[in-house]
Each structure stands twice: as C-alpha cells, then as structure tokens.
C-alpha cells in the first residue's frame, strides 16, 4: 500500500539520544555482542544460525565513591543476561554470555574495569526454534522514516562532539526541544574523576562540553540556541563518576528502553517499542522488519519529489519475512500530488520488494555489527 500524506514541517520537535555508554544503551550492546557471538559458534560448529533471542538484559548499578583525581568501586555493577538460546557443544551458553559481555565492556567503556556478569539463558521453545530459516518467528511491527530533520540529525552527531572533550565519559544523553526557530538542547555527561583534580576543574570541564555543543549546534542550526549541561549539579552533589558510566552508581539499564532503529528517540515520529538488539537475524522480525523500513524509507526519499518518506512493515508468525501481512510506504513532497504517478509508484513497489528480499544479505551485515540499530 502507497499512500501519500500532506507535508507539513513540524511547528516543533523533541529527539533525544542515549550515548553508547548510558545503561540502556550498553544493555542493548551486549544483547547484541552475545547474539553476534551466538552467530559465529553457530556457524563454526553448525554451519548455520540457529534459534536465538537474547533481548531481555538487565544492568544492575553498582556502588562507587568518585573523588578528584582518583575514586573506587565499592560494588560492582550487575549485568544479567536473559533469553533464549540453543546450546552449543564447543562453548557454553555462560562462556559465550561473560566473554562478549566483557568484550563490549572493554570496546565501549574505557574505564569500566570491574562487573559482574550473570547468565540467565536458557533454551527456547521447540515451535520457535523450528521457524529459523522458513518463516517469521514472531508477529511483530517494523517501523522506518526518513531523511532526518536538521535537528535530529544534529543530536545524532552530538555524541561524538561531547566525547571529543577529554575528561567526559561515555554515558551521554541528549535531549532536543525545538520550538519554531529556537533550539534547546540539555546535554548530560559523566565525567571521569581520574582526569580532573578540582571542582574548578569540573567546571572547565562542563563549560568545555557547552562550547563544543554551542558550537556544532549554531554551524548547523539558523535560529537561536541555548545549551545547558548537567542541570543537576547542586552544591558538592555533581555528575562525577569514576568509570564515565552512571551503571557503577546512579542508574540501571535494560534492553530496548533507548534509541530506536534510527539511533534515535524520536515520539514525534512513527516508533515501535520493539526491542531490536539481541534477537536473531534469521527469523526475528522484530529486528530485521526495523532495519529494512530504515534502510526503504531511506531509498525511497531519495526519489525525485519525495519530501519525506515513512515505511511500516508488519509480520504474521510462521509467515514467509518477504510475505508480510502489511507492507506499507507513506509520502509527501513539497508539491501536493492529487495522487502517486504510477511509475513512482512502480519504484516504491520495487524498493520494498528488494528490501524484503534481502534477510540473507543482513545476515553478514548483521553478525559483523554494520548495522545501526540503536
């Protein structure tokens, strides 16, 4: 079904991003480090993925005094591992949960030295487990839109701009409100007490953050700007943190309760509350439906008089993944159209056949982590 829409800009908007290393986050990293690693010994011992779906970790905060130039972990952070999976003979289900738990850990969270890891997995049903490879093991909605707004595709490059300044951790979240002309942006970062000697240097620190932001945010921004960082620092109480993540104290995480598909939160458009890392790339819709609309909705704003494009894909179990129940595409372009020109029409049509036709050729993609799913 292809359906056009009125385009009609935004009068405002809210996009939000949870960096790489805010709790949520590094849960749906290490679902999707163990369901990558899951890949591979399947591979290696089977010759094929089997059944898998690691979505369900849970990061329990931990207990840590920060100080300047230095601090401890006083109770390390939890990570449980829920799922399920089926048992290789070469490893255990526990082997492979530590080592690429611990493997995230180390690529993602640079001062993150102690944790603690706890397997919860255990083997699937048979019924699910006999739908990989011949049909989609879940009813389930994929959602794509695209191209990003100059806002949201700012928040999605902040990230980089926060960490670009020395003493900031990895745990960042930021948070857009734009109104019309005026953007508000509210940056939170943990700093890493090792690297900073004084609250004066705390303050530097967070005035570092804010300039950087304020910079980045007026190059790609025409209107006004207003930037605030760690809003909550009170007195002696301030976001100092010994690893550079609030899971050694402040804040637990769970898989699927951050960015979407896009890498972004963005309730201003269409979402899922899909959780998307840790499920298997073979059978899962609830992964390879979400990834397929971005990558359509992608192409098929790219055509000439598109102004913004929207796909939804929407599965039945034990279906065929080419074969969804609905397979929808939404458009709008800056000239009214009474209706879709039919070799537009033709192109849309092809765009999502090719997608849906494409599982095999994720796989890969899939397993070697060249993928954005959050």
């Known amino acids: 079904m292809i359906t056009l829409i009125e385009h009609n800009p935004l009068p405002f908007e809210v996009v939000e991003r949870k960096g790489l290393g805010h709790p949520d986050t590094l849960a749906d990293g290490i679902s999707e480090a163990v369901s990558r690693s899951l890949c591979r010994h399947y591979l290696d011992e089977f010759g094929g993925i089997?059944?898998?779906?690691?979505?369900?970790?849970?990061?329990?905060?931990?207990?840590?005094?920060?100080?300047?130039?230095?601090?401890?972990?006083?109770?390390?952070?939890?990570?449980?591992?829920?799922?399920?999976?089926?048992?290789?003979?070469?490893?255990?289900?526990?082997?492979?949960?530590?080592?690429?738990?611990?493997?995230?850990f180390r690529k993602t969270v640079r001062n993150l030295k102690?944790?603690?890891?706890?397997?919860?997995?255990?083997?699937?049903?048979p019924e699910l487990a006999s739908l990989i490879g011949r049909g989609a093991n879940d009813t389930s909605?994929?959602?794509?839109?695209?191209?990003?707004?100059?806002?949201?595709?700012?928040?999605?490059?902040?990230?980089?701009?926060?960490?670009?300044?020395?003493?900031?951790?990895?745990?960042?979240?930021?948070?857009?409100v734009r109104i019309g002309d005026k953007l508000t942006l509210v940056v939170a970062t943990a700093m890493v007490s090792?690297?900073?000697s004084s609250r004066e240097d705390y303050?530097?620190?967070?005035?570092?953050?804010?300039?950087?932001?304020?910079?980045?945010?007026?190059?790609?921004?025409?209107?006004?700007v207003e930037?605030?960082?760690?809003?909550?620092?009170?007195?002696?109480?301030?976001?100092?943190?010994?690893?550079?993540?609030?899971?050694?104290?402040?804040?637990?995480g769970a898989t699927g309760r951050g960015n979407r598909g896009s890498g972004l939160i963005t309730p201003m458009r269409p979402m899922t509350m899909e959780a998307i890392a840790g499920k298997n790339p073979i059978s899962h819709v609830g992964k390879i439906?979400?990834?397929?609309?971005?990558?359509?909705?992608?192409?098929i704003a790219e055509l000439d008089g598109v102004e913004e494009a929207y796909v939804t894909f929407v599965s039945k179990i034990g279906s065929p993944?080419?074969?969804?129940?609905?397979?929808?595409?939404?458009?709008s372009g800056e000239k009214k159209m009474p209706q879709v020109p039919q070799a537009m029409q033709s192109k849309i049509d092809g765009i999502m056949d090719y997608w849906l036709e494409s599982t095999q050729s994720m796989i890969e993609q899939f397993i070697e982590g060249k993928l954005t799913i959050y």
């Open 50 to 104: 089997l059944h898998h779906n690691v979505d369900k970790v849970l990061i329990i905060a931990g207990k840590s005094a920060p100080r300047f130039s230095g601090g401890a972990i006083l109770k390390p952070p939890s990570v449980v591992v829920g799922g399920r999976a089926s048992r290789p003979s070469a490893s255990t289900l526990s082997e492979i949960i530590e080592d690429a738990t611990a493997a995230h």
């Open 114 to 125: 102690q944790f603690q890891v706890e397997p919860r997995v255990e083997e699937g049903a």
């Open 141 to 176: 909605i994929g959602v794509g839109f695209a191209p990003f707004s100059n806002t949201e595709q700012l928040v999605l490059d902040l990230e980089e701009v926060v960490r670009g300044v020395p003493s900031a951790g990895e745990d960042i979240k930021i948070m857009a």
């Open 194 to 196: 090792r690297f900073l």
């Open 203 to 224: 303050d530097e620190a967070k005035a570092a953050v804010r300039e950087a932001v304020m910079r980045k945010a007026r190059a790609d921004h025409a209107g006004e």
């Open 227 to 252: 930037v605030f960082v760690n809003c909550a620092d009170e007195g002696e109480n301030i976001y100092l943190t010994v690893t550079g993540t609030s899971i050694e104290m402040g804040d637990d």
């Open 289 to 299: 439906y979400n990834v397929m609309a971005q990558k359509a909705a992608a192409e």
């Open 321 to 331: 993944i080419s074969q969804p129940l609905l397979r929808s595409a939404q458009i």
